[in-house]
């Protein structure tokens, strides 16, 4: 009996020191021990008494957490960097095709030819516009979507690019057209509309010190790291992305004014692939609205699909409290069916505007994610939710991705930072993507873009 209570004793008693240690701080000048087997051998040799005992056992535990924590970070900002990153591969790639504009005409040769003008303002056809300042991803996306179709001959492609980029995309397009479709290549500085009186708020932005010292500024300056979850600090580094003050991100938002003539188009980000005939996207009754989108708060990933308007924005921001619903479904960007006719009827544009505004003046403590928050206010109202089926998410950060419903998707969607072009791509996923380059062309070769 009493072999028994001596243990349950000694339990007592440890549990009264480390409970008591737990509440008062580290004395300072403790000396730690390299390693636990060296803690318990100095107290084989009664250098420690318990309390002492405790204190080092704590403060090694509290290090060791750092340590942890300091090295996710340390991860997390060098994937940060590497999705921030042009690779080696993809910079040549657009130099020599830039090169290639002004050495070739037929790499300058209109896009497209003069007697299929016309069909660029033509609502018989499926309308799809893709903004973008990667070359090789534009190719792919416009590939999957021909390789996809029922009907390739009834495709037009509005391609939107940046002008540092345009040559080089022309060229691409110029020199590798796609068979059956229709592919059209603008500059933004071809488009008379995009003026600094009709995007002043962009303007603004993009030379605003704080916005631009937010986005291309110290990332951890300021951080508490401490009260940071590796997963928090991830969706911040995401949301701090440069391609959140560019144009070309921006764009959709103008799209009324871009396209005058045009009646219905569908919108894709440049890090999607397409797998299935898209054409039914245009038979969707959107009843009346002007976006059809999925919805992402609900589904099958949890961690994906569990996206509320609280994810997004501040909810202690008094406008931000007044105006919005914490529980709102949220939806997403990267596949949308637009409805241009019921859009120009809208104030959509004003009141995307108007909230950028807001949050400039907030000094940024509105949202700090990127372009879909202004969206989500702009747009409330305006969404038609279209089956999941349509667009899968998350293949750029969720590494645990069911392949089944990847093959499944309509649409799959890189969103994140591992780009399936980046080496920080997951290895498992990256082959839906690889399937649609085009690996023996010279340009492509001599760039060593190779499939991995």
Not at 190 to 211: C, G, K, M, S, Y
Not at 385 to 396: A, F, V
Request: proline content about 5%; charged content about 25%; overall charge neutral.
């Amino acid at each position: 009996m009493v072999i028994m209570m001596v243990p349950q004793k000694l339990v007592r008693d440890f549990y009264k020191i480390f409970n008591q240690v737990i509440t008062e701080e580290i004395p300072d000048g403790l000396k730690l021990p390299d390693s636990f087997s060296q803690l318990v051998a100095e107290l084989k040799n009664n250098q420690y008494d318990a309390k002492t005992f405790a204190f080092s056992l704590r403060a090694m535990m509290e290090k060791l957490e750092r340590e942890i924590r300091e090295s996710k970070v340390s991860e997390l900002m060098n994937r940060h960097f590497a999705a921030s990153s042009i690779p080696k591969g993809i910079h040549c790639f657009s130099l020599r095709l830039t090169d290639e504009y002004s050495s070739n005409a037929y790499a300058r040769r209109q896009l497209p030819s003069p007697e299929l003008l016309p069909v660029l303002s033509n609502n018989s056809y499926h309308h799809f516009v893709l903004s973008t300042d990667n070359i090789l991803a534009a190719s792919v996306v416009v590939t999957s979507v021909v390789r996809s179709s029922l009907e390739p001959e009834k495709v037009v492609f509005h391609v939107i690019t940046d002008k540092k980029t345009y040559a080089g995309m022309h060229s691409w397009f110029a020199l590798n057209p796609v068979a059956s479709i229709i592919v059209e290549v603008k500059g933004i500085h071809q488009f008379d509309w995009l003026t600094r009186e009709n995007v002043p708020v962009l303007e603004a932005i993009e030379r605003h010190h704080d916005f631009r010292n937010y986005y291309h500024g110290n990332h951890i300056a300021g951080a508490n790291l401490s009260n940071t979850t590796p997963r928090s600090f991830a969706s911040k580094l995401q949301a701090r992305s440069p391609k959140y003050i560019s144009l070309l991100n921006h764009l959709r938002i103008y799209l009324p004014e871009l396209f005058p003539d045009l009646d219905k188009v569908v919108f894709l980000d440049d890090d999607v692939v397409i797998q299935r005939d898209l054409s039914p996207l245009w038979e969707i009754d959107l009843q009346g609205k002007v976006n059809g989108a999925i919805e992402t708060c609900k589904g099958e990933d949890e961690w994906v699909m569990s996206k509320y308007f609280k994810n997004y924005f501040n909810f202690s921001h008094p406008l931000i409290a007044k105006h919005l619903d914490p529980d709102e479904c949220a939806w997403a960007y990267g596949m949308n069916i637009f409805d241009l006719r019921a859009w120009r009827k809208t104030n959509i544009r004003e009141t995307y505007h108007f909230w950028l505004k807001e949050n400039l003046k907030s000094n940024l403590t509105m949202w700090k994610l990127g372009t879909l928050p202004p969206a989500l206010i702009a747009f409330k109202g305006h969404v038609h939710p279209i089956d999941p089926s349509w667009h899968m998410l998350g293949l750029g950060y969720q590494r645990k991705t069911n392949i089944e419903n990847v093959k499944r998707a309509a649409v799959i969607h890189y969103n994140g930072q591992s780009k399936p072009w980046l080496e920080i791509g997951f290895d498992h996923l990256r082959p839906f993507w690889t399937k649609y380059v085009n690996y023996s062309n010279d340009f492509v070769r001599n760039c060593h873009i190779l499939e991995s």
